[in-house]
């Protein structure tokens, strides 16, 4: 975890003429320290580095098979219950949803892939390693 307050890393800053008081009016209304404040703006604009669109795709796959473990005995049991049964119904519409939610993942899965090649996106592979 990154150190933070007085042990944090410093770096002295030289503010151009009134600069310095429009940070301080913007913390203020933030209701923030004025160091605080210029944080929090940093951090806006330079993000910690994400993990690429590939990899958290892959990430969240794996949790299919998680939900796909407790959807499909409800399917195994919805063939043994009777016509009509309530919780046949629920179950064939659990099905059903989860079809239609793997045909949405291949659909961004594709999406996701073409963006991870996108050599102008900083968050793909492609442009990290053009970069290297």
């Known amino acids: ?9 410093q770096y002295t800053v030289r503010f151009p003429d009134g600069l310095r008081d429009r940070i301080k009016l ?9 160091n605080a404040e210029i ?3 940093l951090e806006k604009a330079f993000p910690a580095p994400e993990a690429s669109f590939r990899e958290e795709f ?16 409800l399917v195994r049991r919805q063939e043994t ?16 949803l989860f079809a239609q939610s793997q045909e949405l993942k291949a659909q961004i ?9 996108d050599e102008t996106n900083p968050r793909s592979s492609a442009y990290r390693a053009k970069k290297k």
Do not use: C
């Open 58 to 73: 892959f990430r969240l796959m794996d949790q299919d098979a998680a939900i796909w473990a407790v959807i499909e005995p």
């Open 81 to 96: 219950l009777p016509p009509g049964d309530e919780r046949a119904a629920i179950a064939e519409e659990l099905k059903g």
């Open 39 to 41: 944080v929090a703006t």
């Open 26 to 34: 913007a913390a203020e209304a933030n209701g923030r320290s004025m």
């Open 1 to 9: 975890m990154a150190t933070v307050g007085r042990g944090a890393e």
């Open 109 to 117: 899965r594709e999406l996701l892939l073409k963006a991870d090649a």
